[in-house]
């Protein structure tokens, strides 16, 4: 199915009304996570801006990573999907103006990421999402773009939908006001087309896949690091050349089924491939803390990423204290974590997670409001959320209201496969934007979903 100028049709997520977890047996087998969303966008991205083919191995084919897709076709890239999670991007060296508005549906690293690509070149584009991303700040992506000499109009300020004129853009400096690795992606992509590049500066360091898949693709890309944070200096005028991409196991994904293994009495689960970047696995060095008995075997390279075999097993948990600097190398994993820690004995407190107010829903609150609903105490504050841990035995019984939140249906969920009541979410359907086959999955591992 070749296609390009707009042909790739990214459909809407369906959503049923609700899902139910109830608690089963033991959660036994061997399963492989989904690619690595984080990845899968930026190889798309690249790979549009790029002269020439990139192949892409085991893309994640969810709904937000098909916005993408969609998205670089509607500018000019020829794409192609070959087979399951095997995709052809065809770069023609740049983006062109596209036809139509740029829906990016759920995708906050979409849109942002897609907007910093654009700004480079002198068009206008016309970017709107659904109800959750139209809620969320785009002004730490403007700032920059701004002062780099891109332009906007927008209906409400710093919100979708937008519509920002690129081109000319000039060297720009930029410290991160907040751990952003889109943020900072945003800038190195505009940079690339700046008259003398770009420099971000990153107090806290995130994840670096732009960085690394850049140097992929041929760029020229320094990191350095100073007192004052990380340096990463983008020279201007730069040519892309399309490459390979093997897209590994996304540990956001890996999570859920690691996490479910943990908590629920007699399991095993080992998730093959998952990727072990040492600024995205925050996640397992507090389970870790806690007392999780996990493995890491067979750790390889492969693409330029560490990825390795993850196999957990049920565990008595303790509660620990998250230090705050490890929030970006785990900020989407704390719903599951906050998951883990009702299960655990003692209370575990995690600081710094002021950034979770602002992802698909305000994740503190939602977290705060199941698990309280599940019949837990919980701390909430502004920046941080403490749960007190039940020792084991969770009553459950919550109906969860996610707001179409991906991570917060799927963490309750996980939580309802070990308490005494089965727990509900509402808009399950919204899964499938970074885990198509999460319930499939979880089931052929011996969950109850239903
Ligand atoms: C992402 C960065 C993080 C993360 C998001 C993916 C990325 O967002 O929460 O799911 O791919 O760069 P922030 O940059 O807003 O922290």
């Known amino acids: 199915m070749p296609c390009g100028g707009g042909a790739v049709k990214a459909r809407g997520v369906k959503s049923p009304n609700h899902l139910i977890a109830r608690r089963a047996g033991p959660l036994k087998g061997v399963v492989r996570a989904p690619g690595d969303k984080s990845v899968s966008h930026r190889a798309l991205i690249l790979g549009a801006l790029a002269t020439g083919v990139t192949e892409i191995e085991g893309l994640l084919e969810g709904d937000d990573v098909k916005r993408t897709a969609a998205a670089m076709a509607a500018f000019g890239a020829g794409v192609e ?24 549906g759920n995708a906050g690293t979409g849109v942002r990421l897609i907007m910093g690509a654009a700004a480079g070149f ?42 920002l004129k690129g081109g000319n853009l000039k060297h720009i400096v930029y410290r991160l006001p907040e751990p952003s690795a889109q943020v900072k992606s945003a800038v190195l992509l505009a940079g690339l087309h700046a008259a003398g590049g770009a420099e971000v500066i990153e107090p806290e360091a995130t994840r670096d896949h732009t960085e690394r898949m850049l140097r992929g693709f041929g760029a020229e890309i320094e990191v350095r690091e100073a007192g004052a944070g ?69 750790v390889r390279e492969e693409g330029g990423e560490l990825v390795g075999d993850v196999t957990a097993r049920h565990s008595a948990l303790e509660g620990v204290e998250v230090p705050a600097e490890r929030a970006p190398s785990m900020i989407d994993e704390y719903p599951i974590l906050a998951v883990a820690a009702a299960f655990a004995s003692g209370r575990t407190a995690m600081r710094g997670i002021g950034e979770m107010r602002v992802k698909e829903s305000d994740r503190i609150a939602l977290m705060a409001a199941g698990l309280t609903a599940c019949g837990l105490a919980v701390e909430e504050e502004p920046e941080a959320l403490t749960v007190v841990g039940s020792g084991g035995r969770v009553d459950g019984g919550g109906k969860v209201v996610t707001h179409g939140d991906h991570r917060i249906a799927m963490s309750h969920l996980i939580m309802g496969l070990a308490t005494e009541r089965p727990v509900s979410v509402d808009e399950p359907g919204m899964i499938a934007t970074s885990f198509p086959g999460f319930v499939e999955l979880m089931r052929g591992l011996g969950a109850e979903i239903e």
């Open 122 to 163: 002198d068009m206008v584009s016309t970017y709107t999402g659904d109800a959750s991303l139209r809620g969320r700040p785009m002004n730490r992506v403007l700032k920059p773009l701004g002062e780099m000499g891109a332009t906007w109009l927008c209906r409400a300020a710093g919100r979708l939908p937008l519509t």
């Open 230 to 298: 990380r340096h990463i200096l983008l020279p201007g005028g730069q040519k892309l050349k399309g490459t390979a991409i093997h897209v590994p196991g996304d540990p956001s994904s890996a999570a859920f089924p690691l996490v479910a293994a943990l908590v629920t009495p007699g399991s095993e689960v080992t998730v093959l491939g998952m990727l072990l970047n040492p600024l995205r696995i925050g996640l397992l060095d507090t389970l870790g803390e806690m007392g999780a008995d996990l493995s890491v075997t067979n």
């Open 81 to 104: 999907r070959l087979g399951e999670g095997r995709w052809r991007v065809e770069g023609r060296g740049g983006l062109s103006e596209p036809a139509d508005v740029i829906d990016c």
